[in-house]
């Protein structure tokens, strides 16, 4: 997989995603143009990047066949970006196959049955190596390159082997499953040796380290002791491999600026209005993820209608649903047994004036999106299975002082910070019931009191935090520690 290494680059600082940290725009006219992408991890790490002249690899977003002519590597606000090309066929297999249909429900408390194929595997593999490769002739002498998450976990050997002068960090954002599921995958050694190809693991969760650790155990046969973990290299010497958890976090900075903008405050109102002012607005705002237990949270909701603890006058339940990975089964499953039970629902119960669940299978900017988490009383963030959940972390800082109550599963990485929340099992359809009532019924100076002990974790762990800790500890945790043969 590795093959010949290509001469070094010159970026000091490099990191290697999936997709690149723009999005291609098609303005109406036809014409192109890159606009940076708004999610969390790019916003941290764009003021690194652009002071260390450092870059970013990932896919360009669109598949060969559709391009002109292949991407080349260019500069946008002052970040350089490396794409890597896919054809269709490697989408369907690469990331829809292997990443999305068997890592991710593997990885996700298999809630939906992981596919195993040994021609995904094949292309996986084939994949990441482009992405190695392509970061090996991007790094300068002695760079740092930082691989993130489960699509590019065979990244960290392969570019090892290219290059070993590199310090090579590795970010796992989604959870890493109980040994007992993780050993159904069929290339278990690879895979953890991919990962170990790393200086630095992070993870989000303490027992995402754990469990990780336990797999290299069993799987390998190798002890972390303090979590450090001695790999054998190919020339016999070996390496300290460190895992640790780096819970990610959001930019709080432009969530609470928004929050304080009069026009979105406006929005807020508007929509409350909109809504026909129901007494309690619930909130959910999820990818349309079989993982983010979107049902469990309707069923619930439905009950309470049908048990008349709820009424429409009373409660608005808003799910927005953005569309995601909508080539693969499960997620059309999903889309139409949702949209079969809100249409159930809301035939029921709705009335001339209101409706039980307002559905939207949109995304929308930002400043929408800080709008309705001010205008809603009760967020609801019931997932089976996830690595963090930034939602939870934006509602909060959107809400600062102002009240507001969080419902938050327990199996969402979030409630390792967010303690004052209401903690909910989803699975528990009573025990989710008594916390919406609960949350719904919550006196305002009770909600003021946790949601101001919340906002106060989030200010001093923001994402700049996260991405300072990781990149000082791989600093640290550098191949210093490597000792040779003869050592
Ligand atoms: C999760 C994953 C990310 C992924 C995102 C959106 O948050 O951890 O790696 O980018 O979902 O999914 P998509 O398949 O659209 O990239």
Redesign the pocket.
Known sequence: LAGDPPPPGHSDLVVVA??LAVDRVVEEDGTTSWRRSPGGLVTALAPIMTRQEGAWVGWGGSPEEELDEPLEPFTHEGMHLVPVSLTERELVEYYEGFS?STLWPLYHDVIARPDFHRQWWDTYQRVNARFAHAAAATAAKGATVWVQ?Y?LQLVPRILRRLRPDLRIGYFH??PFPPVEIYAQLPWRRPVLEGLLGADLIGFQRRSDVSNFQGAVRRILGSSFRSNTVQVKEHDGGARTVGAAAFPISIDVDTITDLSQNPDIQARARQIREELGNPSTILLGVD?LDYTKGIRHRIKAFSELLEDGRLSVEDACLVQVASP??EGVDSYKELRDEIELSVGRVNGTYDTMGHTAIRYLHHSYPVEEMVALYLAADVMLVTALRD?MNLVAKEYVAARGGWGGVLVLSEFAGAADQLRKALLVNPHDIDGLKEAIMEATEMSAGEATKRMKSMHRQLITHDVNKWSRDFLDRLGGAVSAERSGPDD
């Open positions: 999936n997709r999305n998450d699509q954002h989604i990818r995601s990975r690595g």
